[in-house]
T-cell receptor, first 115, second 112 residues
């Protein structure tokens, strides 16, 4: 149990376009979802926390107008990278938590390349 | 104070040996300490976790040792195998459903 999926697994887009990444909890209801960014050989950097039906809480330094997060249901959260630029190229990973429990379950990640 | 410091950055161990990775924290409000294993191009997978009410937790070849007074915890991988070669992250969380603070990661290589 506790499986999280992401779609797409990799995406290439042109500079200036927008890209949407989906994160789904497949076998549980995720009251809280988290979005991370990871550069090669580095740790995970938390971008934002989202609760179903509420606005996302962004970490300091993360542009909320650039990284749009929507947590529309208890099984789906989306991250939209708007007006993408090459410096947005990274590995984006989501995780999901089942409410008032400690465990976070991570998705397989999405590799974004902006050309 | 929110940092979790992890060492070493990289580790090479012979097959059958013991891999030891250490983490230290400052925030005494942390009360959940998981370890994650990540293979290249994949998301992290929860390996084992501990709460401060115990000093050690063992699951198969993986053991967490926790020292509350020193604010340190470590992961021991017994009988290390080449398939254990991955990056390991320690983390800490302050409350249920809260965000995780990750260590810098340790790249483990187990030589056959």
């Amino acid at each position: 149990g506790a499986v999280v999926s992401q779609h797409p697994s990799w995406v290439i887009c042109k500079s200036g376009t927008s890209v949407k990444i989906e994160c789904r909890s497949l076998d549980f209801q995720a009251t809280t979802m988290f979005w991370y960014r990871q550069f090669p050989k580095q740790s995970l950097m938390l971008m934002a926390t989202s609760n179903e039906g509420s606005k996302a809480t962004y970490e300091q330094g993360v542009e909320k107008d650039k990284f749009l997060i929507n947590h529309a249901s208890l099984t789906l959260s989306t991250l939209t990278v708007t007006s993408a630029h090459p410096e947005d190229s990274s590995f984006y990973i989501c995780s999901a938590s089942r409410g008032r429990v400690y465990e976070q379950y991570f998705g397989p990640g999405t590799r974004l390349t902006v050309t | 104070q929110q940092q979790v410091k992890q060492s070493p950055q990289s580790l090479i161990v012979q097959k059958g040996g013991i891999s030891i990775i250490n983490c230290a924290y400052e925030n005494t409000a942390f009360d959940y300490f998981p370890w994650y294993q990540q293979f290249p191009g994949k998301g992290p997978a929860l390996l084992i976790a501990i709460r401060p009410d115990v000093s050690e937790k063992k699951e198969g070849r993986f053991t967490i040792s926790f020292n509350k007074s020193a604010k340190q915890f470590s992961l021991h991988i017994m009988d290390s195998q080449p398939g254990d070669s991955a990056t390991y992250f320690c983390a800490a969380s302050e409350y249920q459903g809260g965000k995780l603070i990750f260590g810098q990661g340790t790249e483990l290589s187990v030589k056959p």
